[in-house]
Every structure is written in structure tokens, then in C-alpha cells.
T-cell receptor, first 114, second 114 residues
Framework: GESVGLHLPTLSVQEGDNSIINCAYSNSASDYFIWYKQESGKGPQFIID?????DKRQGQRVTVLLNKTVKHLSLQIAATQPGDSAVYFCAEYAGGTSYGKLTFGQGTILTVHP | DGGITQSPKYLFRKEGQNVTLSCEQNLNHDAMYWYRQDPGQGLRLIYYSQIVNDFQKGDIAEGYSVSREKKESFPLTVTSAQKNPTAFYLC?????????????FGEGSRLTVL
């Protein structure tokens, strides 16, 4: 999951395994959440999003789970591939006066071994 | 293709110099953002603009300035007042309105102060 400080959480998996990346968010008023993937030296890319009126959403090989009771978000990647190696960020959005303004977590480094 | 273009990709600056990072988008997005990313950390918001000729400070605006004279362009100036400017800078854009949450990112500009 996310952590405070300069050392990012890391997750190492074997190719073909499923990966689960966790994120604890801070604002109970947040109503929209996004997972981003960032490869080294590049900008973040959108993976999947979920609104607070849902607890699960599936994409291609990815699933996001939202537990509002404990303010927890997870990203599941099925059949992880070496190309999935990257830093994964969750982001929360509270709407209202912070319209369009996302708050990002510190990220998790995913390393996939062939 | 539609997207966000940042330039330059790499930039070196001597202490005491101002430098301007360019960000152009052709996605017809109303909102644009500048984030700073330091090693092992998440993204921190510097400035954002929801409409032409208007912008707001983010969480770490000190030592930075922006302008939004055109919808397509949101340049960031890193001034000599920024005490620790070496970082990876990311520009993003989004729709205004209900779909404002998802941000589309550029490929980033890496600034190094010598």
C-alpha cells in the first residue's frame, strides 16, 4: 500500500501471476478514484477509474476494488506481464471546489520477473 | 493525434536563472495542470487553470509562475525564487464539467539545476 516517506512500497511478482496493489486514501468525501501507471521517464497513463457509488469495476486484465468503509482501494492485475513493470499511483478526487484536482498517492513499484 | 506536448524534455539551468517549460494540448480541454514529481514521491500540484485567463495556486506554488493566454497553452516558469527546482515536471489537462477527474499527462520535462 501507500506509505509516507521517500521509499516507495514495492511488489515483485513472476510473469503470469496475479498482482494486487493497495492504496489507502485520506478523504472520506472523495467520490472518484483513478489508477495510473507510470513507466520510467514518462508521464502517467490512465488505467482504470471508479466512482464512489461502485465497489468494483473491471477492465481488460485489471480490476479495481473500492472499500469506502475503510477508505481502501486496490488494483488487481491478472496474468501480469513484464510490460506491466512500472510505478502505479492511485489518485482521489473530491469534486466540489477541488474540481478536476486530483490528490495522488506516493505510488507502488511493480516489478515483473520473466 | 491528439495529446499533450511538453518541451523541452531535458533542461539544465544555472542557479539564479529563470526557465520556462512549455505545455501545449490539442485535446480541446478547458483545464490544465502542472505537477512536480521528485524521486520516490507522488505528484504534487503546482498550479492549475480551469479556463483561459484564470489560474489558481496548487499545493506548492511558491517559486513558480504560470500564464493561460490561450486554451491550448499553459507554460510554467520556474523562477530563481524556487529553492529546489531540480525535479520532473508534468503537465496535464482534463475536461471541465462532470468528466473533469481523468487527467491526461504529457511525457514530462526533467529540469536539473547545476
Amino acid at each position: 500500500g501507500e506509505s509516507v516517506g521517500l521509499h516507495l512500497p514495492t511488489l515483485s511478482v513472476q510473469e503470469g501471476d496475479n498482482s494486487i496493489i493497495n492504496c489507502a486514501y485520506s478523504n472520506s468525501a472523495s467520490d472518484y478514484f483513478i489508477w495510473y501507471k507510470q513507466e520510467s521517464g514518462k508521464g502517467p497513463q490512465f488505467i482504470i477509474d471508479i466512482r464512489s457509488n461502485m465497489d468494483k469495476r473491471q477492465g481488460q486484465r485489471v480490476t479495481v476494488l473500492l472499500n469506502k468503509t475503510v477508505k481502501h482501494l486496490s488494483l488487481q492485475i491478472a496474468a501480469t506481464q513484464p510490460g506491466d513493470s512500472a510505478v502505479y499511483f492511485c489518485a482521489e478526487y473530491a469534486g466540489g471546489t477541488s474540481y478536476g484536482k486530483l490528490t495522488f498517492g506516493q505510488g507502488t513499484i511493480l516489478t515483473v520477473h520473466p | 493525434d491528439g495529446g499533450i506536448t511538453q518541451s523541452p524534455k531535458y533542461l539544465f539551468r544555472k542557479e539564479g536563472q529563470n526557465v520556462t517549460l512549455s505545455c501545449e494540448q490539442n485535446l480541446n480541454h478547458d483545464a490544465m495542470y502542472w505537477y512536480r514529481q521528485d524521486p520516490g514521491q507522488g505528484l504534487r500540484l503546482i498550479y492549475y487553470s480551469q479556463i483561459v485567463n484564470d489560474f489558481q495556486k496548487g499545493d506548492i506554488a511558491e517559486g513558480y509562475s504560470v500564464s493561460r493566454e490561450k486554451k491550448e497553452s499553459f507554460p510554467l516558469t520556474v523562477t530563481s525564487a524556487q529553492k529546489n527546482p531540480t525535479a520532473f515536471y508534468l503537465c496535464a489537462s482534463s475536461l471541465a464539467g462532470e468528466g473533469a477527474g481523468e487527467l491526461f499527462f504529457g511525457e514530462g520535462s526533467r529540469l536539473t539545476v547545476l
